[in-house]
């Protein structure tokens, strides 16, 4: 690899080198920042994250990835991180040159020769075990600091389920545990498009009955006949709120369940999802309300 691009920058505002590879673990198939050699890239462009320590672990992977003054791009709307982007690269021992266009800030720098903090950045922003809980997590996974209301309500709500099922948005595995408890499913698949999410749930679901898959659930993975279908699904895309995703895994929920299987679902209560769930489902329960939150038992 001779230069690499994170996410998906406005190719208004940054181009990426020709030849440069993927490397944000939100797009499946991609290479992982952490695990290219040190010192053996020519450039970099990173669309930064919004959170602070995921950001500041992301540039100081880049940094390190990056061979002594090669060019590092980085960008990010200013009321996502953008405004905080000079002086954290300045912390690395940067010299940045910063613009504004189109309510992005753009930080133009080269890799100093000993670029310092990388290694305390890198430490903050990865996989780490949460208090408490006893789960493996990762600062820019969903709740990755704290345990989901929403999805402990639904495990204080689901019945001892069986047979062969799929956990959809699964993040660090927190349903998939509570599923796997009991002896009678024989099979859980975990789906996510955070490869991130994925690794911790490797660690935290250490089960030979689960099989784990990185992709988008809109288009994978191949999955029919299940006996049951549980899941938190995700509302934001791109950092924006998008009802049609929840409605999207719904719908795959439906074409990966046999005739009479079911599907456990939590939402935030705001959500419209009772057409999509009526439309796609033969019989849809509400199994309660608290909190925020919905539950819904959904029998295809």
Same mark, same amino acid.
């Given at each position: 690899?001779?230069?690499?691009?994170?996410?998906?920058?406005?190719?208004?505002?940054?181009?990426?080198?020709?030849?440069?590879?993927?490397?944000?673990?939100?797009?499946?198939?991609?290479?992982?920042?952490?695990?290219?050699?040190?010192?053996?890239? !020519? %450039? @970099? *462009?990173?669309?930064?994250?919004?959170?602070? =320590?995921? +950001? /500041?672990?992301?540039? $100081?992977?880049?940094?390190?990835?990056?061979?002594?003054?090669?060019?590092?791009?980085?960008?990010?709307?200013?009321?996502?991180?953008?405004?905080?982007?000079?002086?954290?690269?300045?912390?690395?021992?940067?010299?940045?040159?910063?613009?504004?266009?189109?309510?992005?800030?753009?930080?133009?720098?080269?890799?100093?020769?000993?670029?310092?903090?990388?290694?305390?950045?890198?430490?903050?922003?990865?996989?780490?075990?949460?208090?408490?809980?006893?789960?493996?997590?990762?600062?820019?996974?969903?709740?990755?600091?704290?345990?989901?209301?929403?999805?402990?309500?639904?495990?204080?709500?689901?019945?001892?389920?069986?047979?062969?099922?799929?956990?959809?948005?699964?993040?660090?595995?927190?349903?998939?545990?509570?599923?796997?408890? !009991? %002896? @009678? *499913?024989?099979?859980?698949?975990?789906?996510? =498009?955070? +490869? /991130?999410?994925?690794? $911790?749930?490797?660690r935290n679901v250490d089960d030979p009955r689960a099989v784990f898959h990185w992709t988008d659930v809109r288009g994978g993975p191949?999955?029919?006949?299940?006996?049951?279908?549980?899941?938190?699904?995700?509302?934001?895309?791109?950092?924006?709120?998008?009802?049609?995703?929840?409605?999207?895994?719904?719908?795959?929920?439906?074409?990966?369940?046999?005739?009479?299987?079911?599907?456990?679902?939590?939402?935030?209560?705001?959500?419209?999802?009772?057409?999509?769930?009526?439309?796609?489902?033969?019989?849809?329960?509400?199994?309660?309300?608290?909190?925020?939150?919905?539950?819904?038992?959904?029998?295809?």
């Open positions: 690899m001779a230069a690499c691009v994170y996410g998906a920058p406005p190719a208004a505002l940054a181009t990426a080198p020709a030849g440069a590879r993927q490397v944000s673990p939100l797009a499946p198939g991609a290479e992982a920042l952490d695990t290219v050699a040190p010192a053996s890239l !020519s %450039a @970099a *462009v990173i669309a930064a994250p919004p959170g602070t =320590l995921e +950001r /500041r672990y992301v540039l $100081a992977l880049a940094l390190r990835a990056l061979k002594p003054g090669a060019a590092l791009t980085a960008l990010a709307p200013k009321e996502k991180g953008g405004a905080r982007l000079r002086k954290e690269l300045e912390a690395f021992g940067c010299r940045v040159d910063e613009v504004g266009r189109q309510h992005q800030r753009i930080c133009r720098t080269a890799r100093p020769e000993a670029p310092v903090g990388l290694e305390a950045a890198i430490a903050a922003g990865g996989p780490q075990r949460l208090e408490g809980a006893g789960l493996w997590t990762q600062p820019g996974v969903f709740s990755w600091d704290r345990e989901d209301l929403g999805s402990q309500l639904l495990i204080a709500a689901l019945p001892s389920l069986s047979g062969r099922g799929a956990d959809l948005g699964c993040g660090v595995g927190v349903l998939a545990r509570a599923v796997l408890s !009991s %002896a @009678a *499913v024989t099979r859980l698949d975990l789906v996510d =498009l955070d +490869r /991130r999410a994925l690794d $911790a749930a490797r191949d999955l029919a006949d299940l006996d049951f279908v549980v899941m938190n699904p995700p509302f934001h895309e791109t950092g924006q709120e998008d009802k049609a995703l929840g409605q999207a895994f719904i719908r795959r929920s439906r074409q990966m369940l046999r005739r009479g299987g079911v599907l456990w679902m939590v939402a935030n209560r705001h959500l419209p999802y009772e057409a999509e769930l009526a439309a796609q489902f033969g019989r849809v329960t509400p199994k309660g309300e608290a909190r925020g939150f919905k539950i819904y038992e959904a029998r295809r």
